[in-house]
Structures are given as structure tokens and as C-alpha cells.
């Protein structure tokens, strides 16, 4: 009697892409279950259908849910600390109100929101989830905040800091030789937790970039809010300080705008420093390179402190300081987004080598404009296509930056594993994925829109 043998097929579940659907019978997965955990590769999908389930399983679904209560708490404290009234030899400050606090956070909103933009719009290759970015301004909105404002005002009392009208942790010794080193450690910390629990996610200078940058926005948005707030309530109450709306007006321009790269320029430093690390093979490259970005953001931070508090520069040269700062930056992220579209084509062309990808999934996935507009008109074509149309660029792309962990030496043998999940998963959404980018149009009914229009004149 002849058996008819059927080679294994990758099948789709909504948790991801397993093989025959299950596991393979008599497999034990805990041994290749920790390789995956050494490597910092994600777990074999369990096969699991239910949504709600895969929800309650997920540990970042109760790592969300503990970092928001913690940041609702410290956000908390910090108001308990702000709101109270300031008594000094001089006389009483009030503490901040809270409609004083509602009018400040809409001045430092654009600002915040524009440079969050900004950093997302970058990382684009393999965008983390936005729930990390999210957790990233949270974190650097209220409890690099709440550290800050607590370690600050300690070593402040330690510097033996005199006792004037305002913060003196605000004074020129603890905001050169103190806040630099805090404020920084306070921010860049979600960084390296990130950095130990998904590890394999941050594979480019733009995705720490990113994730840096959201979070000293958020910690500019926060304290951008208490000196403005702060300028106000101070000048409300001292006699001689003039039209307290316009000195607001113009700190809200000199920190809203022109110092605004000041907080994102210097944590960026760490950031580029923990991915050098992280793709680095040498256990002292991994050591010294995060060390290094941080030292450098901390006493870039210092510089910039210092030259503020102790010299008068004009609106001029502020000016022509930020403009300059900006440049760098821009130059800097475009130059990665060159760097970052070289290493995916040149992985991806291993494939094509082995046979394994088409010589056009190198061109349509390594640059950026062509992966968009294939995103476009799948979304135009209905969700079921535009799903598969992602699933895929995003399985490419993590089967590029994975053969660049393996030839890097980053990752052993089980990232083996991985690219075949990965490879059968591409073959599957082929079928239904949108690939090439050249020749497609989007098909938009204009008679349709032409009627409506006619109708509704």
C-alpha cells in the first residue's frame, strides 16, 4: 500500500504563523525556548485563536498596566509638590493652580507634539509598536519628572544652595553639576530597560533614536510646563516685574523654540550609544558604548547649562545656534535612513542568492517611498489585503536585520528557527500580499466622488 507524504505547510493563525498548525509532536520547547530567550528572539507562536487571551498572556499587556498607574501616581506627587505655597525670607509664592497648569500645557503642547512627530516620522524601517512610544513620553512626562525634581532639590541641599525666591535646585551649581547627570540617568532609563526585555526589537540607530527622543519630550513638555507656569505665578505676585504675559511669551519662545533640540539632542547621544552596543559582538564594546553615549549627553547637557547661566547670548545668536543644531540633526537621522536602506538591501540579497526571495523584494523593501505607497493602495484594495501587505514588509524586514544579527554573530543557532517561521510565513501572505510597487495605482472611484459633489449642489 503506498502513503501519499505532504510536506510541511505553514499555516496562519491570528497569533501568528505555525507549522502544520501546531508544534512538532514530542517536541520539548523549553530547551529551544531559552536559546530564543538568550538570543532575545520571540517565542514559537502557541497556536492560541483567542484574541482576549493572547491579550491577558502578553507580559507587556501587564508591564503597560503597572507603568501607567506608576506614571498617574508620580504625575501626582509632582502636582502635590508643585501645588504647595513656597515660603521664603522674602515672603510667600503660591504654588502653582491648576488652571495656571492647563494654560501653560497648551503653550509647551506644539512644541512637544511637533518633535514627537518628528522622531516617529524616522523611524520607519521597523517601527516599534506605538505603545512603546508612548511609554517612552510617558515615562520621560512623569517619572524622569518626579526623579529629577526629587534628586535635584536633594543635591541642592547638599550644595548648600541659599535660599531664594524659586526652586534652588534652579541655581547655577546644581543645574551645571547636578541635573545633567540626573536628569539624563532619569530619562534613558525605560531606554535600557527596553533594551533588556526586547532586545531584539531595537535594531537601528533610528528605532533608540526614536524611543530616546520621545522620551526627553516628554520631559521637556512636563517641565517646560512647570517654568512657564511658575514664570507666571512669580510675576502675579511681585511688584515691578511688568507685563507678566509677554516675559511668558518670550520664555515660551526661547524654550518652546529655540533651546527646544536641547533636551532630544543630548539624550539622542545615549540612544546611539545602547545600539552600538546591542549590535556589537565584543562584550567591552557592549560595556563601554552605552557608557560612553551616556557620558557624552550628560556633559553635553553640562555645556549647555553652564553657557547658559553664566553669559547673555543675543537672540541672534540663539537663533543661529538653533538653526545649526537642527542641521546637525537632520543630517544625522537622514544619514542612518541611507545606512539603514544599505543593510536591509544587502541582507535581503542573501536571500536572493539562496533562492529563497525575488531580486524585487530587495529594491520594493529597502526604500522607503515604495514600501509606503505599496501600504497605500493595499489599504485602497480592503483591510484582508492591506493586513497581509503589512505582515509582510514587516517579515521582511525582521528577516534582514535577523541575517545581519546572525552575520554579526549576535545571534546563535537559534535564530535558524526563527528565519524559517519567517520565510514560511512570506511564502503564505504571498497570495494575498501586495509586492511590487512599480505599476501599481490607486484606484480612486472619481465618478463616484463626482456624483456626490453634483448631488449634495
Given at each position: 500500500m503506498s502513503t501519499t507524504q505532504t510536506s510541511p505547510a505553514w499555516q496562519s493563525t491570528n497569533s501568528g504563523w505555525t507549522l502544520n498548525g501546531q508544534l512538532e509532536p514530542g517536541a520539548d520547547v523549553r530547551p529551544e525556548r531559552r536559546a530564543r530567550s538568550l538570543s532575545g528572539l520571540p517565542p514559537r507562536p502557541t497556536g492560541e485563536t483567542n484574541r482576549w487571551m493572547r491579550l491577558l498572556t502578553n507580559p507587556w499587556t501587564w508591564i503597560s498596566v503597572v507603568l501607567f498607574q506608576l506614571y498617574a501616581v508620580t504625575l501626582y506627587l509632582v502636582w502635590r509638590q508643585l501645588s504647595a505655597d513656597q515660603v521664603f525670607p522674602e515672603g510667600v509664592?503660591?504654588?502653582?493652580?491648576?488652571?495656571?497648569?492647563?494654560?501653560?500645557?497648551?503653550?509647551?503642547?506644539?512644541?512637544?507634539?511637533?518633535?514627537?512627530?518628528?522622531?516617529?516620522?524616522?523611524?520607519?524601517?521597523?517601527?516599534?509598536?506605538?505603545?512603546?512610544?508612548?511609554?517612552?513620553?510617558?515615562?520621560?512626562?512623569?517619572?524622569?519628572?518626579?526623579?529629577?525634581?526629587?534628586?535635584?532639590?536633594?543635591?541642592?541641599?547638599?550644595?548648600?544652595?541659599?535660599?531664594?525666591?524659586?526652586?534652588?535646585?534652579?541655581?547655577?551649581?546644581?543645574?551645571?553639576?547636578?541635573?545633567?547627570?540626573?536628569?539624563?540617568?532619569?530619562?534613558?532609563?525605560?531606554?535600557?530597560?527596553?533594551?533588556?526585555?526586547?532586545?531584539?526589537?531595537?535594531?537601528?540607530?533610528?528605532?533608540?533614536?526614536?524611543?530616546?527622543?520621545?522620551?526627553?519630550?516628554?520631559?521637556?513638555?512636563?517641565?517646560?510646563?512647570?517654568?512657564?507656569?511658575?514664570?507666571?505665578?512669580?510675576?502675579?505676585?511681585?511688584?515691578?516685574?511688568?507685563?507678566?504675559?509677554?516675559?511668558?511669551?518670550?520664555?515660551?519662545?526661547?524654550?518652546?523654540?529655540?533651546?527646544?533640540?536641547?533636551?532630544?539632542?543630548?539624550?539622542?547621544?545615549?540612544?546611539?550609544?545602547?545600539?552600538?552596543?546591542?549590535?556589537?559582538?565584543?562584550?567591552?564594546?557592549?560595556?563601554?558604548?552605552?557608557?560612553?553615549?551616556?557620558?557624552?549627553?550628560?556633559?553635553?547637557?553640562?555645556?549647555?547649562?553652564?553657557?547658559?547661566?553664566?553669559?547673555?547670548?543675543?537672540?541672534?545668536?540663539?537663533?543661529?545656534?538653533?538653526?545649526?543644531?537642527?542641521?546637525?540633526?537632520?543630517?544625522?537621522?537622514?544619514?542612518?535612513?541611507?545606512?539603514?536602506?544599505?543593510?536591509?538591501?544587502?541582507?535581503?540579497?542573501?536571500?536572493?542568492?539562496m533562492g529563497r526571495l525575488d531580486s524585487r523584494d530587495v529594491v520594493n523593501h529597502s526604500v522607503l517611498w515604495r514600501r509606503a505607497w505599496i501600504l497605500i493602495v493595499a489599504a485602497r484594495r480592503g483591510w484582508r489585503t492591506f493586513q497581509a501587505t503589512r505582515q509582510r514588509i514587516r517579515a521582511v524586514t525582521e528577516l534582514a536585520y535577523l541575517r545581519d544579527a546572525m552575520v554579526r554573530g549576535i545571534v546563535d543557532e537559534a535564530g535558524h528557527e526563527r528565519e524559517k517561521e519567517l520565510l514560511g510565513q512570506l511564502a503564505v501572505l504571498r497570495g494575498t500580499a501586495l509586492t511590487e510597487a512599480t505599476g501599481l495605482r490607486l484606484d480612486i472611484p472619481w465618478r463616484r466622488l463626482a456624483f456626490w459633489r453634483r448631488r449634495r449642489a
Open positions: 509664592i503660591p504654588g502653582l493652580d491648576w488652571a495656571t497648569l492647563k494654560q501653560c500645557a497648551g503653550y509647551a503642547a506644539p512644541t512637544a507634539a511637533v518633535w514627537a512627530l518628528v522622531f516617529i516620522a524616522f523611524d520607519r524601517f521597523r517601527p516599534m509598536r506605538p505603545l512603546f512610544w508612548l511609554l517612552a513620553f510617558g515615562w520621560g512626562a512623569c517619572m524622569s519628572i518626579w526623579i529629577s525634581l526629587n534628586v535635584n532639590s536633594w543635591a541642592a541641599s547638599l550644595l548648600n544652595v541659599t535660599a531664594s525666591p524659586g526652586d534652588p535646585a534652579a541655581q547655577a551649581r546644581p543645574a551645571v553639576f547636578v541635573a545633567p547627570f540626573v536628569e539624563e540617568a532619569a530619562k534613558t532609563t525605560f531606554l535600557f530597560l527596553l533594551a533588556v526585555l526586547v532586545r531584539y526589537r531595537i535594531v537601528s540607530a533610528l528605532q533608540s533614536v526614536c524611543l530616546a527622543g520621545l522620551a526627553a519630550v516628554g520631559f521637556a513638555f512636563t517641565e517646560n510646563i512647570v517654568y512657564y507656569a511658575r514664570a507666571m505665578v512669580y510675576g502675579s505676585v511681585t511688584i515691578g516685574t511688568g507685563d507678566v504675559e509677554e516675559a511668558v511669551q518670550q520664555l515660551v519662545f526661547l524654550r518652546g523654540v529655540i533651546t527646544s533640540f536641547g533636551h532630544p539632542l543630548f539624550t539622542m547621544l545615549t540612544g546611539v550609544g545602547l545600539v552600538i552596543g546591542l549590535r556589537a559582538r565584543s562584550k567591552l564594546v557592549r560595556i563601554l558604548a552605552p557608557l560612553t553615549g551616556f557620558c557624552l549627553s550628560a556633559f553635553g547637557h553640562m555645556a549647555f547649562n553652564g553657557m547658559s547661566s553664566i553669559s547673555q547670548m543675543s537672540m541672534t545668536r540663539l537663533v543661529i545656534q538653533f538653526v545649526i543644531v537642527i542641521a546637525i540633526i537632520a543630517f544625522f537621522l537622514f544619514r542612518q535612513i541611507f545606512k539603514e536602506r544599505k543593510r536591509i538591501a544587502t541582507r535581503l540579497g542573501d536571500y536572493v542568492r
